[in-house]
């Protein structure tokens, strides 16, 4: 018996239409219905993907830098790295511009498949999908953050700026539907539309140059957290150090920073916390060269910095297919990173000095950086000059000046001149450093050169620093290695106890063991005992013997650990019998020296078969797995990840030290996602790699591709509210919209929860709506209305349900920045987070605002209530 139903479907611009259309049962609308929805689905994993690649070839594109030199006279020139695109500006263009490719394209794709008419599918998904990012994305950011904490907005000033357009742009778009020439959208309307787009992005960057209230000659830069001295706000020393160019007039060389200037303040403390980190590396690895002590402290800043939008929202969409985490692969890429930039910046530097300069005399230290015990007495610092005429003579000045040691009491200041002979190339200065009975804190100081005299100029390093290591402490114990690997057919082994950062005085360190999953007397012999350090002695072992057996035992573990050190003899063991009232200043000094155990006083030991070498493979190739990088050098390193199943990671954070967190295996769901969505991989594997061209050919292949897949999201999306009786402004609101946003969803909650401000999750979301109207529409539009134009007629809009909504939107937007600015109060703190109870209600509050808007939106548009 024939079907009752039919549908009535346009033909699609891509896709194919599902025939035959008439004579369909109704079980034929639920499986076409189904199929469809499913497809959907599919689809928007697709557009995610494409949208990495798009996302990997913006932040290429971004994050390109330049070198400004600066020539002063008489001194070093000095290299200042900028970013060449303004934060602002990157977020509101390429940066909305990739998350947004998806609803802007399809806005334009259906006013071409629909013969340059309007449609309601793509004006929709753009109302729909800023709704459900100003509501929901902002309502679960205010969600997790963890009790008791809060975010607030940094660059408040270009929040307001962007939220403003935001909200202009759909009033806007209800002026041009309903007000200004209802019904009709005329070309200048369309114009004007678009012309708002430049005009957000200027607004925006003059309200973070503040450009309107200093000049616009004076140019502030920052170091970011990352370590990248970028441009930012003149009066912003938050993330390092200021540095203030002033151009060139004239022929004048640029001036140079007074010594008593802020800046330059602030320039020598950034410079002491930097020797306060390696200080502090020192003391935990004190077996690491300082080269490697240097690449850990740039690690440790590289690992705390802030994240860009591209990578939360690449992030998200490679841990929802099962690609993985990026935080370690982003930490390890920073310190090979950094090696390179240090070579690029010694490059540019030679490169940037003239040829009379290349040419000219030049003194400088050679080292520039020396360490010495306390106890050295005196030691040679030397001066280099190369180049030029060096038969010539020539004077430099040179003085010490305080760090955190003192002259006087940690060293002898010193003061004078050198005079080189002609051909003389190097000459010395020498220091005293004082020694004492007392410790003290590891101290520094500089010695500096000046008034270098013609034809002679200084170069770098001008400035040497001197790091005093004190002698006078016990002594800190511990193990070298918290981690020992042995095989059963060891036999014995002699675990090293080290002694650092003192070796004065007679030491008893004891020492047991502990059984964990290896017993003793079956694995290994159970040892106690005492290692006793003589003065100046900085190394004892422990012997321990394993026991081989024929049982094939893979992994089994025992622990060492050292109990508290005990000093024989000397001021502080005196010190310690007495009361603390009664003790002199020189006793209280000695207390501070006692040995005292270090950072690894307890060593796992673990025993393992000899026959090992597939399971250190195994562990190599998982923690590769879990190495994803955004950009891409290869063709065969895209289709390496395409194949390649990761794990999410330990966490979402980075340890704080650079280290990343650690990888895991491969969940089941992580499996799934992967084979679910191999096509897509592959076929995205395709696309060049960022690393051709500056990212920018990938930039045209990815937005094509986009182009392409939202295409056939369009014709399915059509399809589906056709077969199922729903209207494509709702389909628009419900589905595609929803469908497009929930990568942003993912990312936003990630960079909520990471940042230490809320603009990468909050402050963007305001642009990005701006943006996709004048965009969206405005491109989509003005081609429609310059068609039309140019045969006669009028490009007709029905004001109907998109007036209606953007009305609706518009109005509870506002709520959403009033809520947003009281928050902000000290009882909350800030946007984002705050008390559990204002939280709970703000995140209620905002997701009703969604639900509101969905339900009144479809019953406008089924005429269940009256719109406009």
């Not at 008034?451 to 040497?464: H, I, K, R």
Request: aromatic share 10%; hydrophobic share 40%.
């Amino acid at each position: 018996m024939p079907g009752n139903y039919s549908v009535r479907c346009e033909p699609g611009l891509v896709f194919p239409i599902w025939s035959p259309q008439e004579n369909l049962e109704l079980t034929d609308l639920i499986i076409r219905g189904l199929v469809y929805f499913f497809l959907l689905l599919y689809l928007f994993i697709g557009v995610s993907i494409i949208s990495d690649r798009f996302m990997a070839a913006i932040e290429v594109i971004t994050s390109k830098e330049k070198e400004l030199v600066v020539r002063r006279h008489g001194r070093e020139p000095q290299i200042v790295v900028v970013r060449v695109w303004n934060e602002t500006v990157a977020n509101l263009t390429l940066m909305a511009l990739g998350s947004s490719a998806p609803e802007i394209l399809l806005s334009i794709i259906e006013i071409w498949a629909k013969n340059f008419q309007a449609g309601e599918l793509g004006p929709g998904t753009i109302v729909g999908s800023a709704a459900y990012n100003l509501f929901v994305i902002i309502a679960l950011c205010v969600f997790v953050i963890p009790d008791g904490e809060t975010r607030k907005i940094k660059h408040l000033r270009v929040f307001f700026v962007t939220a403003t357009w935001s909200i202009f742009a759909y009033v806007w778009l209800y002026v041009i539907l309903a007000v200004s020439s209802p019904g009709v959208l005329e070309v200048w309307e369309g114009i004007l539309t678009f012309s708002f787009f430049p005009a957000t992005v200027l607004t925006a960057y003059v309200a973070d140059r503040r450009l309107l209230i200093y000049k616009y000659l004076h140019k502030g830069y920052r170091m970011n957290k990352r370590g990248v001295i970028v441009q930012g706000e003149a009066g912003d020393s938050e993330g390092g150090v200021e540095l203030e160019i002033k151009t060139q007039i004239d022929g004048v060389s640029c001036d140079h920073l007074d010594g008593d200037s802020p800046e330059a303040r602030e320039f020598e403390q950034t410079r002491k916390d930097y020797i306060q980190t390696l200080r502090e590396l020192r003391k935990r690895h004190p077996t690491l060269s300082l080269e490697q002590l240097e690449v850990m402290a740039h690690e440790e800043v590289l690992g705390k910095g802030p994240k860009s939008r591209a990578f939360y929202r690449v992030q998200a969409t490679r841990k929802m297919v099962g690609a993985g985490n990026l935080s370690r692969k982003i930490s390890e890429r920073a310190q090979s990173d950094l090696s390179e930039v240090k070579a690029e910046l010694q490059r540019a530097e030679a490169e940037s000095v003239d040829i009379e300069t290349v040419n000219a005399m030049r003194v400088f230290f050679e080292p520039g950086h020396y360490t010495v015990m306390e106890n050295v007495g005196t030691f040679d610092v030397g001066v280099t000059r190369v180049g030029g005429d060096l038969s010539k003579a020539c004077n430099v000045d040179y003085c010490t000046e305080d760090g955190s040691a003192e002259a006087g009491s940690d060293y002898i200041s010193a003061r004078g001149t050198l005079t080189f002979a002609p051909g003389e190339t190097r000459k010395t200065i020498q220091l005293s450093v004082i020694d004492d009975e007392l410790f003290e804190e590891d101290e520094h100081f500089y010695i500096r050169l000046s008034n270098c005299t013609q034809p002679a100029m200084l170069v770098s390093p001008s400035l040497a620093t001197v790091m005093i290591l004190d002698d006078d402490h016990s002594g800190i114990f511990g193990f070298p290695e918290r981690d020992v690997e042995l095989v059963e057919s060891v036999g014995q082994y002699s675990l090293r106890v080290v002694r650092y950062s003192g070796a004065r005085g007679r030491v008893v360190v004891p020492y047991h063991t502990e059984e964990g999953t290896a017993k003793p007397g079956k694995q290994y012999l159970n040892v106690e005992g005492t290692l006793t350090f003589e003065d100046n002695q900085t190394e004892k072992a422990i012997i321990l013997t394993i026991i081989e057996e024929d049982s094939y035992e893979k992994d089994a573990l025992f622990y060492v650990e050292l109990g508290e050190p005990q000093l024989q003899g000397g001021m502080a063991a005196i010190a310690e019998q007495k009361q603390p009232e009664e003790r002199t200043e020189e006793e209280k000094m000695a207390l501070l020296g006692r040995p005292r155990l270090g950072e690894v006083s307890r060593a796992q030991v673990r025993i393992k078969e000899s026959k090992e070498f597939k399971n250190t493979v195994d562990k190599l190739v998982q923690r590769a797995n879990a190495s994803i990088l955004l950009g891409t050098s290869s063709w065969k390193e895209q289709f390496t990840e395409a194949l390649t199943v990761s794990g999410d990671g330990a966490g979402d954070e980075q340890d704080g030290e650079g280290g990343g967190s650690q990888p895991t295996s491969p969940s089941t769901m992580d499996y799934f996602m992967h084979w679910l969505t191999m096509f897509w991989k592959l076929l995205f594997a395709f696309v060049p790699p960022t690393d051709i061209a500056g990212g920018y050919l990938c930039f045209v292949i990815s937005i094509v591709g986009i182009g392409v897949v939202t295409a056939i999201i369009g014709d399915v999306a059509s399809y589906f509210g056709c077969t199922l009786g729903i209207k494509d402004s709702v389909t628009a609101v419900v589905f595609v919209a929803l469908g497009t946003s929930i990568p942003d969803t993912f990312a936003s909650k990630v960079a909520a929860c990471q940042d230490k401000y809320a603009d990468a999750s909050v402050g963007n979301v305001t642009g990005s709506n701006a943006v996709n109207v004048f965009l969206g529409i405005g491109i989509a539009w003005s081609i429609a209305a310059i068609y039309h134009a140019c045969h006669g007629r009028n490009f007709e809009v029905s004001p109907g349900n998109l007036a209606f909504s953007v009305t609706l939107f518009c109005t509870e937007a506002c709520f959403v920045i009033i809520v947003l600015m009281l928050r902000r109060a000290k009882s909350i703190g800030g946007e984002l987070g705050g008390p559990l109870v204002p939280k709970y209600l703000t995140s209620a509050f905002l997701f009703s605002l969604w639900i509101f808007y969905l339900v009144m939106s479809t019953l406008e548009a089924y005429g269940v209530i009256a719109g406009f």
